[in-house]
């Protein structure tokens, strides 16, 4: 397996397939790099470097028992990007793994990028504050904390249903696909996933959209529960000066399998742009 090690020591599990242009994948709570498997797959078949990498605490990379925090996390993504030498990267961010890409354009700047992608994307600020008030209250992730804390697997298979819009009479997804992602969930260390939770909920990323000097691809689903499209994509999107925002109809937050083939195609669009 290859590795990168950053300054404080943290080994960095990533992946690397085909050659070309690099498109750098930043993974979503709670999962890993594989989660990406089905956008990587596509992008080497069209002549382009994937790349992806599990965070710290996650999936084989190391679990160190300090902070957690974005400044980082977005310093373990400078750290892959040096590592490698890339150059005209395509940033592409999940959930959690888009404040990443956040941090790393306001602390590292647009040298290495070329261009940004957002992917249900936890900015600009998830938690509802006194002038935040499109945010999500502070309970729901009290509650996720507890959860977690009390049974752990059985939040996360629970949350997974959730994550991929699973209903009574609605299965986007097979059982094999939750048990995939419970699984990849459960090697994260249970410290980075309590600790993440407050994370990606807690920063507030309006600043660092400033930052975003690249052409940036915004996507969301309109059927989002678990991070809602009110709260952070159209917003998002809305804060970055041209950015272009593309919204899915019926998407649940885990649009990266529901949606993949038109979520590929519109990767390979924008690349090709």
């Known amino acids: 397996m290859a590795f990168v090690r950053t300054a404080d020591g943290t080994n960095l599990f990533y992946k690397d397939?085909?050659?070309?242009?690099?498109?750098?994948?930043?993974?979503g709570w709670p999962l890993q790099a594989d989660m990406w498997d089905y956008q990587m797959m596509p992008m080497v078949q069209h002549g382009l470097r994937a790349i992806a990498y599990d965070r710290r605490g996650f999936g084989r990379s190391d679990q160190p028992g300090g902070a957690y925090d974005y400044d980082v996390l977005a310093d373990d993504l400078h750290a892959v990007l040096e590592s490698?030498?890339?150059?005209?990267?395509?940033?592409?961010?999940?959930?959690?793994g888009g404040g990443e890409v956040a941090r790393y354009m306001s602390?590292?700047?647009?040298?290495?990028?070329?261009?940004?992608?957002?992917?249900?994307?936890?900015?600009?600020?998830?938690?509802?504050?006194?002038?935040?008030?499109?945010?999500?209250?502070?309970?729901?992730?009290?509650?996720?904390?507890?959860?977690?804390l009390t049974d752990r697997p059985h939040f996360l298979a629970?949350?997974?249903?959730?994550?991929?819009?699973?209903?009574?009479?609605?299965?986007?997804?097979?059982?094999?696909?939750?048990?995939w992602s419970a699984s990849m969930a459960l090697q994260g260390s249970a410290l980075a996933t309590v600790a993440c939770v407050r994370l990606f909920s807690e920063?507030?990323?309006?600043?660092?959209?400033?930052?975003?000097?690249?052409p940036t691809l915004v996507i969301h689903g309109l059927s989002d529960t678990?991070?809602?499209?009110?709260?952070?994509?159209?917003?998002?999107?809305?804060?970055?000066p041209g950015a272009r925002l593309i919204e899915y109809e019926g998407a649940p937050h885990g649009l990266f399998y529901t949606e993949r083939e038109r979520l590929n195609g519109d990767l390979l669009s924008f690349l090709a742009a």
């Open 17 to 27: 397939w085909g050659s070309g242009r690099p498109v750098v994948f930043v993974h």
């Open 84 to 96: 490698l030498d890339l150059s005209d990267v395509t940033l592409v961010g999940f959930s959690m």
């Open 107 to 148: 602390r590292h700047g647009s040298r290495r990028i070329a261009r940004c992608v957002l992917v249900s994307a936890v900015t600009p600020f998830l938690l509802k504050t006194a002038d935040n008030l499109e945010g999500v209250d502070k309970t729901v992730f009290d509650q996720m904390v507890q959860k977690l």
């Open 158 to 179: 629970s949350f997974g249903k959730m994550f991929y819009g699973v209903g009574l009479i609605t299965s986007p997804v097979s059982t094999e696909i939750l048990n």
């Open 203 to 214: 920063t507030d990323f309006r600043a660092d959209l400033r930052a975003f000097d690249r």
């Open 226 to 240: 678990t991070v809602p499209i009110e709260a952070s994509g159209r917003r998002t999107a809305a804060m970055i």
